[in-house]
């Protein structure tokens, strides 16, 4: 069983940044992916970011955080983290990590992972 557990999460002003971590415990099979997901007020949940085990540790952001935000998983593969920087009012929202055994990896598809993390709020003020 897989356990996944953000910290990190918290207020900032507009332009400010934060860094979320996620340490995933557990056994989990190869190949895998890797996920940040967001939740915004009214709106659906989206992919941020992605980790593809399989494309040699390819990481795709979504357009919306681009040049602002970047993910990373550490060496021992426990340890998945997402900065952010420049932040916005409208990041505001609840953060997911998750992750599953498999062999492809897409950003905008959030039902491809069963292990879930309970999330992590994040507030920006203007």
């Known amino acids: 069983q897989l356990h996944l557990l953000e910290s990190g999460g918290g207020s900032a002003q507009a332009g400010g940044s934060l860094r979320l971590t996620c340490a995933v415990s557990?056994?989990?099979?190869?190949?895998?992916?890797m996920g940040w997901i967001r939740q915004r007020p009214g709106r659906q949940r989206e992919g941020v970011a992605t980790?593809?085990?399989?494309?040699?540790?390819?990481?795709l952001h979504a357009d919306s955080v681009k040049g602002r935000f970047t993910a990373s998983l550490d060496q021992d593969r426990k340890t998945w983290s997402l900065q952010k920087k420049n932040l916005k009012p409208e990041d505001s929202g609840k953060y997911y990590c998750?992750?599953?055994?498999?062999?492809?990896?897409?950003?905008?598809?959030?039902?491809?992972?069963?292990?879930w993390g309970r999330g992590a709020q994040v507030t920006v003020s203007s």
């Open positions: 998750a992750t599953d055994a498999m062999e492809y990896c897409y950003l905008s598809v959030l039902s491809q992972y069963n292990f």
């Open positions: 980790f593809d085990d399989v494309e040699a540790g390819r990481i």
């Open positions: 557990g056994n989990r099979g190869r190949p895998f992916c």
